[in-house]
């Protein structure tokens, strides 16, 4: 950096409120045989389908994440030390729902998963329907909130900013996700399908990024 320049810290902040929920599902299917472990995990997607679809959902809005199978081993002791045998099959199915914000679809939509058949582990997960623009906001929250620091800065040291020389960020992922947290799988299968009241946090995230300036 030359004796001539300046590098400013932004802090971008902002705030949203969920609307849109995530339902993220895992299904397992074990078996010796190759095409019984497939086939046993094309039923069970069949059935967590036929399941939100009873719920009001199409069918079509259950999305595979990912969705992989493989042999499996079990390890066994014999003379001479531990051993391992084939134990068939293993096909891991991950999936999840998206579906606007309403509290009381979810209890209808979880009570047509507790009596599914596919019996699938589950998470909720609270987020919003358009990251683009809370992206945005933040980005630009943090662009004037290094303005600001660089303004101060250059009255304090009695110079004047020049042009922006370089604007430094990381570009990571942001997790969009509130912090509330919903933890039914003690009673899974007992829930039934009514308006359960859960009002979600809102999802408060910050930001970083490095402005430099030019010092005239």
């Not at 531990?82 to 606007?100: N, T």
């Not at 582990?121 to 303005?147: G, R």
């Not at 620091?149 to 304090?156: D, G």
């Amino acid at each position: 950096m030359s004796n001539r320049e300046i590098v400013v810290k932004g802090i971008g902040k902002a705030s949203a409120s969920p609307d849109l929920l995530i339902i993220e599902m895992a299904l397992e299917s074990k078996r010796m045989d190759y095409e019984e472990t497939m086939q046993q995990a094309a039923d069970m997607i069949d059935s967590l389908r036929a399941a939100i679809e009873s719920a009001g959902h199409d069918g079509t809005e259950l999305k595979t994440t990912s969705f992989t199978i493989n042999t499996r081993y079990e390890s066994y002791r014999e003379s001479g030390g531990h051993k391992q045998r084939f134990a068939g099959y293993v096909c891991s199915h991950r999936l999840k729902l998206e579906f606007d914000l309403d509290m009381k679809k979810l209890g209808v939509t979880l009570g047509a998963i507790s009596v599914c058949k596919a019996n699938p582990d589950f998470s909720i997960k609270f987020s919003v329907k358009d990251p683009n623009a809370v992206s945005e906001h933040l980005l630009a929250s943090a662009v004037e909130n290094a303005k600001v620091k660089a303004k101060i800065l250059a009255e304090s040291a009695s110079v004047k900013l020049g042009a922006i020389q370089r604007i430094d960020y990381n570009w990571d992922e942001l997790q969009l996700y509130s912090k509330t947290s919903m933890d039914l799988m003690c009673c899974f299968e007992a829930i039934e399908p009514y308006d359960m009241g859960i009002e979600p946090e809102d999802i408060d995230l910050t930001d970083t990024v490095a402005v430099v300036w030019a010092i005239e």
